[in-house]
């Protein structure tokens, strides 16, 4: 019946991250995808790619698509046309949530996501890749492997103290950060982080600005943000999306010169406030 | 003897074992070893009260690991605790034999009295414990599986599953009441003689029952307390709080559910299955809606997510049940429906959450 | 001076028009006597000359005919020697109390013994019943014309058809004319004429009265002739078509009339829960209090008037109730659906045990006004007054809490705070305001439905525990959120059962909606209208 229960490979152990097939490059393809709610498009012939090992900004007003894009790459909605492929071989549109986060996508929620009643510890545990076919749910100990992945881990997200503490109790940029380091723990390929520095103090934006700059080279990172400072420490590449589609793409730097660009998002407060 | 860790730390969980182990060696002994006369006896009706209570309390303590944990209110447990014990009475009412009012060897009475020629095909092998014993679990399990592999996969969640968990018991009831089911109808199953050959009316067997009723309630406890002392208890938590976070971090969400869902069933099953021999009648009366949301009370009184509150919260509310409906019987559904209000506005982590934050405030 | 001779052409009218309606005939003085002349041969006369002298009154057409004939039929014709005059006894007594049989006018009790009873045979009587249908055939009366009819086809007898024909001849009421022609279709089922009978047959083809059908079976199976059996086969063939239409229209009406109480069960629920998203567990036992209510305005008010009244104390009654419910409890526990489930669900009980002590656990039975007992004809249908009444009070309801939700301030501020709370708050909503008189209005409706409910069923203090699953899975199969949603799935669900219910019998036609809606569910866990877009998400 199941995956989760006859799964030959369910062996508990640290599974390496599935091999993604990127060899030109292209780590995410969206190739012509539409999708609509009750006749309205929310995507609209879409067309994106991000490099492997690539920190991309994606930016664009309220209802530009940013969201509804991450829920098709992470299996959540389905398009009505176009094509979703992770490297050269793997159709995302052919799978669900569970398993395109197992195939090496992870994903950031706007809203911190963590789950409160748990420690920090048990909640990187919680994500640690392969831990989650039944034989290694089994289980109420660590091994030593798996204990050294944590604390890499908590290292990165600067955690290490709040280790043992509750995550409900977290700042809440603490929270981000743990998010961010959850997903770490799945060891992805791509992460998809949606408003990382939403009401995070100025310190707390450096940290984290840092933090994903770390990543990308191991990992592509897609982010989207509001703050165009946040947004001009971090990317050299920006997209901005409008009314579902591709605005344009390129530097900030030129971006923000860009009439098109100026009128509907940057300067264009008058036409959308 | 060592303790494994995630048992040591259960500092509340062992006080229950131990109380546990006290009655299931104290209440045997003040039945059958103190005299008839003296104060401390225990009558049968006394022993086999409390073991009723003890049965509730594992139909508690699997509510509370899907709902508690997992977050799923299951507004029909009762289903799956009354299934149980249809299964055991199936096999009672097989060994009553020739010993019934028409003394069909073969035929419960209630089918001679409809005229039944034949056993239905699903009578068989009832005969045999062992089958029915196996069946008191695979019956509800069977149907907690189904029903859980297609409300989880469509993703009905939330109140909707409480609703139709609600329509499924209340479905259960209305076909149960019907003769032709062949489950004897309004009446149930009744009249029982033995069970392997030991009259359930005996004092001894009575105390087997109690004590395996006490036995089956620690087993139940250990199971669900191991459980969510895994990475799978982390899981559920995670599944209770955020369904698609935990989708997103890669777990097969729905495979989760169905397969604690059935193991919950399994679980009231088998608690039903000890609770009829011991009140001697199951009828469909016992699907009804009001007793699963009653067992949901006694969780909730206890302190859900807890496992041990489960336990207190069945034994605590059947006792005032028993004492109210004697003692003031208008006042008991005023007593049950304040303390559905209170609970839930004032103590939502029950009794334990309240003591628990006791500790913490002293410490 | 024309105004004059108006008034008194007025006047004349007037008088003219009151004779006539008092009876008071004057012409029919001089008949008296005549008449009375011919009842006193009755006493000597054989059965052969009593015939004579019954056709001989039958001829004079007078207008206590029917009452004499009636008399001599029962026996009840008596020759008063004294007097030399034929009397009506009125009972049985030794101290028998008479009329005269003439003039009709009382005549106090007198002796039995000074009575000579008018014996009639049999034969003697045929011939009075067909005369008397005669008479009721030439009736002014149209009812009685109708009865003369009906009469006759009870005991179609050939040989009394031919005041049927003549009648059909001059007949100008259109349903008298159809039950003419269908009654003599019936005498000719006896005729020697074998083409006559197969001509009959075919024209009572599709007729449903049961006397028609027992004569067409008889014929089909009995006949002597091949045609006329198969004329009556076809006939009735077109009968049983027509039965069936009948049936299907039966069972929809049936399957309506028990949508209308799932809609009204439902609708008030859809209020708080589709819009408001709270579950109300209580929602049974606030239609038990509107049903309570009926029954105790009944004990103020005559029955005719108590329902009229009962409906908007009921839903005052309940939507107090249900203010109180919100206020006091549920707003405490917005975003805990759960929680809000099991303290309705307390509240429940506790309404239906304070109502079990206050008034009794015994059910009380509320009484139907006049106005909505017995039945009424629907073309061929019959249907019973009160469940038409209540698929008409369902559609006004709807109506009411359609235009209430469209049309208002409030119900603009209710659509508001369901699509976005914060958003409708922003703009100057008071949210608790409008939550509190939502849950009001929910339960206000559920106390009407209770009224309704009331005439339909015992009421007692479980009433609202059996409507309780049924009005969630109406609610939640026509997609939350969805006032049409919920009167589709309200209808469909009501038809469906009834359709079931010849082949599977009640409880199983339930259980068999029950696990169909239950899968349902998990195929459209939003219903069969749900809601769209980012609302619906939240």
New interface residues.
Partial sequence: MSELIFEPEAAGMHTPVAPVDATHGILLYLEGVTVSFDGFKAIDNLSLYIGDGELRCIIGPNGAGKTTMMDIITGKTKPDAGRVFFGQTIDLLKLDEPAIARIGIGRKFQKPTVIEPLTVLENLELAMSGAKRLRGLMTTRMSGEERDRISAVLDQVGLNEQAQRLAGVLAHGQKQWLEIGMLLMQEPRLLLVDEPVAGMTPAEMERTAELLKSLAGNHSVVVVEHDMGFVRSIADQVTVLHQGRVLAEGRLDELQVDPLVIEVYLGGEDAHH | MRFPRWLLSDRTGLVLLAVLMIIGIGVPALNLLVPPDHPLHLTAYTVTLLGKYLCYALLAVSIDLVWGYMGILSLGHAAFFTLGGYCFGMYMMRQIGTRGVYGDPVLPDFMVFLNWKDLPWYWHSFDMFWFAALMVMVVPGLLAFIFGWFAFRSRVSGVYLSIITQALTYALMLAFFRNEMGFGGNNGLTDFKDILGYSIHADETRIVLFVLSALALAGGYLACRWLVSTRMGRVLVAIRDSEDRTRFLGYRVEQVKTLVFTFSAMLAGVAGALYVPQVGIINPGEFAPLNSIEAVIWVAVGGRGTLVGAVVGAVLVNYSKSWLTAALPEVWLFALGGLFVAVTLLLPYGLIGLLRRRRETAS | MPSRTLIRAGFLTFALTLQVLLGVVPAHAADDAAVQATLVQLRDADFDGKAELVETLAASNHPRLAPILKALYDSRLYYQEENNRTVIGLNDAAEITIEDAVTGAALGAVSKRSLDRITANNRLRSLIENRLASLGLASADSQQRKAAVEAFMRNPDPSGAAPLRERLAVETDGGIKESLTLALALADLASDDATVRATAATALGGQMQTEIRGRLTRVAADDSDANVREAAKSALSRTEFRLQLLGWAETLFFGLSLGSVLILAAIGLAVTFGVMGV?NMAHGELMMLGAYTTWLTQQWLPVNWSLPVAVPLAFLVTALVGIAIERG?IR??YGR???????T??????????V??IFSPLNRSVAAPDWMSGTILLGPLEVTLNRLVIVGFCIAVFALLWLALQRTRLGLEVRAVAQNRAMARAMGVRSARVDALTFGLGSGIAGVAGVALSQLTNVGPNLG?SYI?DS??VV?FGGVGNLWGTMVAGLSLGVANKLLEPWTGA??A??VV??F???F???R?RGLFPQ??RAAEV
Wanted: proline share 5%; charged share 10%; net charge positive.
């Fill in positions: 579950i409890i405490f526990l659906p759960l929680e809000t489930l099991l303290a669900f307390g509240v429940s009980l506790i309404l239906q045990q304070a079990r002590s525990q699953v969630f899975m939640v409880v199983l339930k259980i029950l696990v809606l239950i899968l569910i998990q195929k866990p769209r877009g």
